[in-house]
Structures are given as structure tokens and as C-alpha cells.
């Protein structure tokens, strides 16, 4: 999949809105990940070093159209302006007289950064006349924000009928890489799925079993899957309306030669936030009182000897509640197979969200091909589907 790219001459001189994700966690009124932010960077200084004008604009939370100050992308201005390394100015409104003053008064080498677009309710509605107003001060509009691209919204969408419109570097980035891996992974394929639940990944399975060669699934819902083989699971995360899509799944991979891999052991406990007491089980024998709350040491060394010698490796869904030093090493042990896959020469993606910020939390995003920045974004690629924000890139 190729997507359409701006040259030099795109946009020297010119006034360029830059759609960002600085969709950030905050603790405090501070950024507490700035991830999402950095990862613009090269689309930025590539702006800049061709002397555009470059205004970057960009959601935070879900404010629906009301002015919520917490929400202001006020906060994220600092952290902006060591990242890109430039002055980041800052105009309290994304449309209107004010923007239109504060890009005229925008001197070479700095960046302005608009309020938060959701502070108005058109930008959820892919409102035209509110995309109009949006594109008015611009002559270019660069889409960057993979994460936000599953969003119809006016500043992923209603725009790029208006302006003429190119990928920035981020975006064309995970296409690139998400791509190599749903689209033609090489074999031996391995997906890992992980996380609380089955509902969120079946999309992703139906769209790519037939190009895995396995699929080793733990986390919350892998227990769906025991039980539906008869485990006992104790309290452990069970989606009753989910088993026949287990069921299901686990058939169809053996009929299309696709191996399966659930936990062989846990890591039980009988609360998430417990210091003390966990109990290493069989993955079948789950006592009545206690839920599984990571993979255990056999299933990591089983998992992990798989993962080592997949030449494509794409990871969604943490193993475990990692959040808690107890039952981390599931999620880490992983991070440890998919690093020697790296190692060997495989293309090994992280999908986003939690995923992404394990690999954060446990300091193994820099062991991976690509860590994703799109949570919702990057599920719904690896479904195959066509996404707002980039379909009208795409170069036939
Ligand atoms: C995200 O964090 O998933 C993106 O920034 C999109 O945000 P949304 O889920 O509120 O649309
Ligand atoms: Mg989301």
C-alpha cells in the first residue's frame, strides 16, 4: 500500500496543517508518556528543514464538544518544544480569526499548536463546513495521526476533500509496517493475542488465521478458551458468549493446519492488586477461589520457542496483569522471544494501546521492529479494513 507523499516543492512556503495525535495519557495535568508526541518528530523537522509553515492540530480525551480545561492540549506544550526542539506557540482555538493571525505571525523555524478539536462538536460529526473553516488559513493538509485514522472525524476526513492532502512519515510508517505483517508476512507467521478480551480480537483473527502459522493466545481471554475445553478456571475471565467463537476458531485453525497454542500453566491470585500469595498452576486445574492472572513459566518457554523462530511476529494483548511486578514475567518473558526474533532477522510488530504501553512500562519497545502508536487503529488495520484517514491517501 502505497500512500501519497509531500516533496519539497508540496510545501516550501506554504501553509501546512499537520493532523497529530497528541492523544496523551496525563497524570496530574502533566504528560506522563510523551511517546505519541515523538513520534511525529520526523514528520515535523522534515517540515520545517523545507521551510513550511507548520501548524499541528489534534483531539485530547473526549470532550464532545464543550470547552473542558483539563482537556486543553495546553498541557502538552512543553514537552512539544523539546521533542521538536523549537518554539511551540500556541493559539486557544483551532478555527477563526485567531488562527489566522496566529499563522501570519508564525516566524520560520517555529511550530504553532491549535486547542483541542473535539472542543467543538462538528470535528466528530466529518462536518464539511466545519472542515472548511479548519482548512481555510492552509494551503496543505499532512495527516500524521495514525492512531486517530479509524476516525471519520472533519480533521481526518472532511478536510482532505478540501486541501490537497499527503501522508506524514508516521503514518507512512505503520501502514508500511502494519502492512508487512497482515498483508504478506513471511513464514513461519506467529500472531499473539493476549488481553481481557475475545471479543476485541476476532476481527483480527478472522482476517489473518489463514496467513499464521500459529496463534498463542494468553492473557484474560485465554480462559475463554480453556473453559471452552473444559478447563476449570476458578474466578478467571470468562466470556460466556465468546465460547463458540472459541470453539469455532479452534476448529478451524486444524482444518487449516493453524497451530494453536493456549497456557499450559498460570500465575494465580485472588485479587489483581495483591502483594503476596501467588501460586503457579495448571493452566486446567485452576483452583475454584483464585483467577489466573498471567501466563506461566511452561508457557513462556513454550510460547517464547516459538516466537524466536518466527521470521513475522505481530503482538497484541499483554500475557498478564503486568501493571502488577507479580504477574509481569508472562508479558516480559514474550517481550524476551520476540527480542530474539528481532535479533534473527524477523519483522516484529507490537500493536498499540496496552500492548504498547507494556513495552513501554517493561522497557522492551526498543527490542521490537515497531511499536504502534494506534490502539483502536491498529486492531481495525489488522482486520483489513479501510480506514477514513488513509483511504483517500492511498496511491493507485
Ligand atoms: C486513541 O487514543 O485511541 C486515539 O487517540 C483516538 O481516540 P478516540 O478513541 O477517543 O477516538
Ligand atoms: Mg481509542
Known amino acids: 500500500m502505497n500512500l501519497r507523499r509531500f516533496t519539497e516543492r508540496d510545501v516550501r512556503g506554504k501553509n501546512v496543517f499537520v493532523r497529530v495525535d497528541f492523544n496523551v495519557p496525563l497524570k496530574d495535568g502533566k504528560v506522563s508518556d510523551s511517546t505519541r508526541i515523538a513520534a511525529h518528530a520526523d514528520t515535523v523537522s522534515m517540515l520545517l528543514g523545507w521551510g513550511a509553515k507548520v501548524v499541528l492540530a489534534s483531539h485530547l480525551g473526549r470532550p464532545k464538544g464543550k470547552r473542558i480545561p483539563e482537556m486543553s492540549l495546553k498541557c502538552t506544550l512543553s514537552e512539544a518544544e523539546k521533542i521538536f526542539n523549537a518554539r511551540v506557540n500556541f493559539c486557544g482555538d483551532c478555527i477563526g480569526t485567531s488562527v489566522m493571525a496566529a499563522v501570519e505571525d508564525l516566524k520560520e523555524g517555529e511550530l504553532l499548536l491549535l486547542e483541542n478539536l473535539r472542543f467543538h462538536e462538528e470535528e466528530q460529526k466529518n462536518d464539511p463546513d466545519f472542515a472548511r473553516k479548519l482548512a481555510e488559513p492552509f494551503d496543505v493538509f499532512v495527516m500524521d495521526a495514525f492512531s486517530a485514522s479509524h476516525r471519520a472525524d472533519a480533521s481526518t476526513s472532511a478536510i482532505m476533500e478540501i486541501l490537497p492532502s499527503f501522508a506524514g512519515s508516521l503514518l507512512q510508517k505503520e501502514v508500511e509496517m502494519l502492512s508487512t505483517v497482515s498483508e504478506d508476512p513471511e513464514r513461519p507467521f506467529v500472531l499473539i493475542l493476549g488481553g481481557a478480551k475475545v471479543s476485541d480480537k476476532i476481527g483480527v483473527v478472522e482476517h489473518l488465521m489463514e496467513k499464521t502459522t500459529s496463534i498463542l493466545i494468553g492473557g484474560g481471554m485465554a480462559f475463554t478458551f480453556l473453559k471452552a475445553n473444559g478447563a476449570s478456571i476458578g474466578r478467571s475471565l470468562f466470556e460466556e458468549e465468546k465460547k463458540d467463537f472459541a470453539l469455532q476458531m479452534m476448529d ?80 516480559k518473558g514474550i517481550a524476551d522471544g520476540v527480542a530474539e526474533s528481532t535479533r534473527r532477522g524477523g519483522v516484529t510488530v507490537v500493536g498499540g494501546g496496552d500492548t504498547a504501553a507494556a513495552a513501554k512500562a517493561l522497557g522492551f519497545d526498543k527490542s521490537v521492529s515497531h511499536v504502534s502508536t494506534g490502539g483502536g487503529a491498529s486492531l481495525e488495520f489488522c482486520e483489513g479494513k479501510a480506514l477514513p484517514g488513509i483511504v483517500p491517501l492511498i496511491e493507485k
Open 252 to 331: 478451524q485453525a486444524r482444518r487449516n493446519g493453524v497451530e494453536i497454542l493456549l497456557p499450559v500453566d498460570v500465575v494465580s491470585g485472588t485479587s489483581l492488586d495483591m502483594t503476596s500469595g501467588e501460586l503457579i498452576v495448571a493452566a486446567d486445574a485452576i483452583p475454584d477461589d483464585a483467577m489466573g492472572l498471567d501466563i506461566g513459566p511452561k508457557t513462556v518457554a513454550l510460547f517464547a520457542e516459538r516466537i524466536a523462530d518466527a521470521k513475522t511476529v505481530l503482538w497484541n494483548g499483554p500475557m498478564g496483569v503486568f501493571e502488577n511486578a507479580l504477574f509481569a514475567a508472562g508479558t
